[in-house]
């Protein structure tokens, strides 16, 4: 339970700001697969096992980090064409004004990068210790 609620966490701030900087750079409507590709990419590099751990593990490898942040891409696509396409992108009024709903970047880039960050989270939790083995990364349980 505590993975769950930390994929959720760490995803939806990811996305989030990542959502954020878009808005602020003026990314609109003709930019929106590819924002929410990048969140989800950015989510799939960073939640769960991060790439980092890869580095330091000489048992692993970064590859999982990196299907991880392709696949993310992807699902960040998918869910902007669910919102977008699929369901018509329906209007959502927020503090006062009205827009589409994915063109509130920061709110959906948060939706899409809690939803595959909590996935991500459970699927791939970051490499146990084993005190046994002096402490190192590497071995999972």
């Known amino acids: 339970m505590l993975r769950l609620l930390l994929g959720i966490v760490k995803g939806g701030v990811i996305g989030g700001a990542l959502g954020y900087a ?4 003026g990314l609109g409507a003709g930019f929106g697969w590819l924002v929410y ?7 799939g590099f960073l939640v769960g096992r991060p790439f980092w751990s890869h580095l330091f593990d000489k048992k692993s490898t970064v590859w999982t980090a990196i299907l991880k942040a392709m696949f993310g891409f992807g699902v960040g ?18 503090a006062g004004e009205t827009h589409a709903l994915t063109q509130w970047q920061p709110i959906f880039g948060a939706a899409v990068g809690l939803l595959y960050g909590a996935w991500v989270e459970i699927d791939d939790p970051p490499a146990k210790r084993d005190k046994a083995a002096g402490d190192k990364p590497g071995k999972r349980t």
């Open 22 to 25: 878009a808005m602020q750079l």
């Open 77 to 94: 696509v998918g869910l902007w064409a669910l919102g977008a396409k699929a369901a018509g992108d329906p209007q959502l009024a927020f």
């Open 37 to 43: 590709g990048v969140v989800g990419a950015a989510v």
